[in-house]
C-alpha cells in the first residue's frame, strides 16, 4: 500500500467485479497517494451511473471511483423492484427492501476485500438505500476504511439479522460521516442524528472521525444548494481520512 509521497503506481481499477458489471472513474490528475477508491452506493430504484457527476468530482480530487449495481436494480433487474411497488403492507415491502441490503452488503464486502488484496484503501459512499449499505458494511467483517451515509438510517433490521442501531461497538474507529435532511419524510433524520449521538462516547479516542451535518431546510430530494455542499463534505472527508 502507498502512503503520501510515495511513488507507486496506482492499482487498475477493475471494470467487473463477481461477473457483475462496475462502472469506473478514474482520477483526472495524480495524487501522492495512488491507492484510494471511493465506492459510490445509489439509492432505490437508481443504478450504478446515477450518481456518475459526484463520481467525476470525487475523479477531481484525485480518487479513482467505482459504482454497482444493487442486485434487481439497472442491468441486474429481476423483477424485484416490480414486485416491491405491488406489495401493499410495509412489513412485505420491508422484507424485499432490506433483503437487497443483505445481498449488497455481502457483495460489497467481498468488493473491498478484491480492492484491499490490490493494495488500496477504500471508502464507501451511500446515498439513501446506498446509505443503508454503508451502515450495513460498518457491521460486518471486512468494513470500509471511511464511509460517508447520506439521507438514510441505522435504524432497521434484516432477514440476514444485521442491526446497525444495535451494535454500535462494531463502527469505531472507522471514520464515519453522516449527512440528514430535516423535511426528508422517506427516510426522517431522528434516526441517524439520534445514533451519531449514541456513538459519540465510543469515538472518545478519535472524535475527529465522527461527523455529522445536518440541513434542516431539505427533504429526501436535497435542495440543490444542499447537495453540492453534501458532496463538497464527503470529498473534504475522503481527502482527510481515506
Known amino acids: 500500500m502507498s502512503h503520501p509521497g510515495s511513488t507507486a503506481s496506482r492499482p487498475t481499477l477493475p471494470q467487473e467485479f463477481a461477473g457483475r458489471p462496475l462502472f469506473a472513474v478514474s482520477p483526472t490528475h495524480p495524487m501522492p497517494a495512488p491507492d484510494r477508491v471511493v465506492i459510490v452506493a445509489h439509492g432505490l430504484t437508481a443504478h450504478r451511473r446515477t450518481h456518475e457527476p459526484e463520481m467525476l468530482g470525487l475523479a477531481q480530487l484525485g480518487f479513482s471511483v467505482l459504482a454497482a449495481d444493487a442486485p434487481g436494480h439497472g442491468d441486474r433487474d429481476d423483477g424485484r423492484l416490480a414486485a416491491l411497488g405491488r406489495e401493499p403492507g410495509d412489513t412485505a415491502r420491508s422484507r424485499i427492501f432490506l433483503g437487497i441490503i443483505d445481498e449488497w452488503a455481502a457483495e ?135
Open 108 to 242: 460489497t464486502e467481498a468488493l473491498i476485500g478484491h480492492l484491499r488484496s490490490l493494495g488500496c484503501r477504500v471508502g464507501l459512499a451511500g446515498v439513501s438505500m446506498g446509505g443503508f449499505l454503508t451502515y450495513a458494511t460498518l457491521t460486518g467483517d471486512t468494513r470500509p476504511d471511511a464511509t460517508a451515509a447520506i439521507i438514510s438510517s441505522p435504524a432497521w433490521e434484516s432477514p440476514a439479522g444485521r442491526a446497525p442501531h444495535r451494535s454500535p461497538d462494531r463502527f469505531p474507529p472507522v471514520p464515519l460521516l453522516t449527512v440528514t435532511a430535516g423535511l426528508d419524510e422517506t427516510v426522517p433524520p431522528d434516526p441517524a442524528r439520534a445514533f451519531a449521538e449514541r456513538l459519540r462516547p465510543l469515538y472518545a479516542d478519535c472524535p475527529d472521525r465522527l461527523h455529522a451535518v445536518h440541513f434542516p431546510d431539505s427533504g429526501h430530494m436535497m435542495r440543490q444548494e444542499d447537495w453540492q455542499a453534501t458532496w463538497v463534505e464527503v470529498g473534504t472527508w475522503f481527502l482527510r481520512h481515506l
